[in-house]
């Protein structure tokens, strides 16, 4: 991924408001690891549920806010599993991201989730930079392959987050 300014990303956001835009707390730019990215993910530093995905679409800059379910019951050790990069996590590794989607759909308040890596470093794992703790099951698809799914399976959840239906490919 080509690496972004604070103003390009600010401006790509489709689901919020400019003033929810303008209020997101950004990662620090410079220590973004850009080459290793297929999209730039980040939970909000505040603390708070929300979260932010950057992704290159179509051409251009699609900006998504997010809502990221609360961690769950530590007693609770069931692993879930990615459905961008389809890593496996135990424990809150994996949290449901919920989308408002854009468009009419959205202001009635429609929204769209996907379960992902709660830490957002989805392209980390799928190049095996990063490993998830405890992680039993190990793929063996090369690294390409996974990288390309994480790439189609992001384009098909921008696309469900925009209303616009992804043609096979």
Same mark, same amino acid.
């Given at each position: ?11 790509s ?19 973004v690891?850009w ?5 730039l ?7 708070s549920?929300?979260?932010?995905l950057?992704?290159?679409h ?5 900006g998504l806010l ?16 990615c ?7 135990? #424990?809150d590794?994996? =949290?449901?991201?919920? +989308?408002?989607?854009?468009? $009419?759909? *959205? &202001? @009635?308040?429609?929204?769209? #989730?996907?379960?992902? =890596?709660r830490?957002? +470093?989805?392209?980390?794992? $799928?190049? *095996? &930079? @990063?490993?998830?703790s405890?992680a039993?099951?190990r793929?063996?698809?090369p690294?390409?392959?996974?990288v $390309? ?5 992001l384009?098909?959840f921008?696309a ?10």
């Amino acid at each position: 991924m080509e690496p972004l300014s604070e103003y390009q990303i600010r401006a790509s956001f489709v689901n919020c408001s400019k003033g929810e835009a303008q209020r997101a707390g950004l990662p620090d730019l410079a220590e973004v690891a850009w080459e290793h990215l297929d999209f730039l993910g980040w939970p909000d530093p505040s603390g708070s549920s929300r979260a932010y995905l950057v992704v290159p679409h179509e051409g251009g800059l699609v900006g998504l806010l997010l809502r990221q379910s609360a961690p769950g019951n530590p007693s609770v050790r069931r692993a879930k599993m990615c459905q961008l990069c389809i890593t496996p996590h135990a #424990g809150d590794g994996v =949290c449901l991201a919920v +989308a408002p989607k854009t468009g $009419a759909s *959205g &202001r @009635k308040g429609d929204s769209t #989730g996907i379960h992902i =890596c709660r830490d957002l +470093a989805c392209s980390l794992y $799928a190049r *095996g &930079r @990063k490993v998830p703790s405890a992680a039993a099951v190990r793929e063996t698809l090369p690294p390409e392959a996974r990288v $390309a799914r994480l790439q189609q399976n992001l384009a098909d959840f921008v696309a469900r987050v925009m209303g616009r239906p992804r043609a096979a490919g």
